[in-house]
């Protein structure tokens, strides 16, 4: 049983009846419904583009939802100065919540007057990231956060 609250593309790859544009259509409607939690029923994947009441019928008995996830709002706080490094021009978060692909998508950090870079997510319980300055050029000596010390949501 694939849970759609948890499952990646390649999971959902797997359950006979799921393509890749169903599938990337089932991610995009759990990163929408991220406020709720995800899914909060299967009769919920008739939402998504491509599944109509035969398909659900169809994938119920490979699919489970075992049960809503816990979403956090956290604020993430970067300060150079902490680092021993001198004021970045920008500041991304990049994590297991976009697959470690920052060049597809990050999330950016504002500046405060106070030096420190700050922004507020919403992540579940569990999600890993990592704090890219100077992210333009994505090279690892850029990062905080990575090689095993990566920040997880607790």
Do not use: C
């Not at 593309?9 to 406020?35: M, P, S």
């Not at 109509?52 to 956090?72: D, N, R």
């Not at 890219?132 to 690892?140: P, V």
């Amino acid at each position: 049983m694939i849970d759609i609250n948890t499952a990646e593309i390649d999971d959902l790859l797997k359950v006979k009846g799921i393509g890749r544009v169903t599938a990337e259509n089932i991610l995009e409607y759990r990163r929408n419904q991220r406020e709720k939690g995800g899914f909060s029923s299967l009769e919920e994947l008739k939402n998504v583009a491509g599944i109509g009441s035969k398909k659900l019928q169809e994938l119920k008995p490979q699919l489970t939802v075992e049960g809503v996830i816990k979403i956090k709002k956290i604020t993430v706080e970067f300060n150079p100065a902490e680092y021993d490094l001198e004021q970045p021009e920008e500041v991304h978060l990049v994590g297991s919540m976009n697959n470690w692909k920052p060049a597809d998508k990050s999330y950016p950090l504002q500046k405060g007057k106070d030096g420190v870079w700050r922004n507020t997510f919403k992540f579940k319980k569990g999600t890993e990231y990592k704090i890219m300055y100077d992210s333009s050029s994505w090279e690892e000596e850029n990062h905080v956060g990575y090689y095993g010390k990566n920040f997880v949501v607790e």
